[in-house]
């Protein structure tokens, strides 16, 4: 779809282009294989030198239509879903990463991340440093050692909510010929493209926005097409070195600019095989069709209901980039001027025992393991998502012992706060 169409545009028509008297609306390509008239057809397939499908454990229509409309959204050349956050993380990292590789890592990144880098990346021979993003770039750079592979970040992080300066990340990684990874999940591209601000590489947990209605688990990788990865060939060998999987094909010189999703695709997507189902990723279409209706209402009644926990006295702090309070605000105003999104973090006064009674007493506010769908919910990361990590993990995670993540959803705001209130004994 022509590039000229604004993202609102995109999120509707883009991916899917019906010819004449094809469906309107994206089909479900609901099948394992793909017929083919000649046994020389299926070969050109297999040996990279045609497009098309011939198993769905490595690409399928309806996921391709999708993918493209994200890459479209993001700005990128070329996208592949995967079948969960999780997958599309682990998968842009190891697509350029063997045993004896490194990566840097912001230590604020979601808690399955940190641990999937952190042991059973490790456990493959992968090393990682988990540096403090708010770092000057001269002690961050201390981090990189000649066999770091990539720089990694999330632009809004969770659960704590600090906004990555992608324009400085971007920087050093790239002085230390490096990619820059960057998880957009929580902004989303209709409020933040880190391809704009330099990343190379951007991931999301389709889970959250994207889907938009919990019903789907699901992951993403977009690539920019910038990252020369031939200038950094020592670095790279998997994308600049003969694959003999398939005939000692140089991704870099048979596909260019779509060497690294190419790479992802026929080699980490044929081994590992974490694609989503077609059925899934048409529910993630619909949910992308109104993404840039449902963030607004998100942001404008998450910076609300933070302004108005901001000024309850029972509430010890609150964490949300939209407040003029937060340490994040003036990064917020250059990466996200639209608006952050809907989740934020807080405490309130009192003890555990307090925030659990609490957090009990919600109604309509659901205790979930999810976050960033239509309806509202908590939890508590150090008792929930993050009760893998040592106390002196969740500190370096900025993670305390009486957060509570708050996920604003849709609802009218009046009755999220009217919640809120009784739950605090208002």
Known sequence: MDKKYGKNTICVQSGWNPKSGEPRVLPIFQSTTFKYDSSDEMGQLFDLNKEGYFYTRLQNPTNDCVANKIAALEGGIAAILTSSGQAANYFAVFNICETGSHIVCASTVYGGTFNMFGTTMKKQG????????????????????????????????????????????????????????VDNTFATPINCNPIAWGADIVTHSTTKYMDGHATSVGGV?????????????????GLTTPDESYHGIVYTKKFGKLAYITKMTSQLMRDLGSIPSPFNSFLLNLGLESLHVRMPRHCSNALTVAQWLENNPKVAWVSYPG?????????????????????????????????????????????????????????????????????????AAGIAPDLMRLSVGIEDVNDIIADLKQALGD
């Open 221 to 237: 990788v977009v690539d920019s097409g910038n990252f020369d990865w031939d200038a950094h060939a020592d670095r790279f060998p």
């Open 323 to 395: 407040l003029k309070s937060s340490k994040y605000y003036d990064l917020a105003q250059k990466y996200l001027p639209n608006g952050s999104c809907g989740v934020m973090s807080f405490g309130i006064k009192g003890t555990k025992t307090d925030a659990i009674r609490f957090m009990d007493s919600l109604e309509f506010i659901a205790i979930v393991t999810h976050v960033a769908d239509a309806r509202s919910c908590i939890l508590h990361p150090a008792s929930h998502t993050h009760r893998q990590m040592s106390d002196e993990q969740l500190l």
């Open 126 to 181: 992968i090393d990682v440093t988990f540096i403090n993003q708010n770092d000057d770039e001269e002690t961050i750079s201390k981090a990189f050692r000649p066999n770091t592979r990539c720089l990694f970040g999330e632009t809004i992080s969770n659960p704590g909510c600090e906004v990555l300066d992608i324009e400085k990340f971007a920087r050093i990684a790239h002085n230390h010929g490096v990619p820059l990874i």
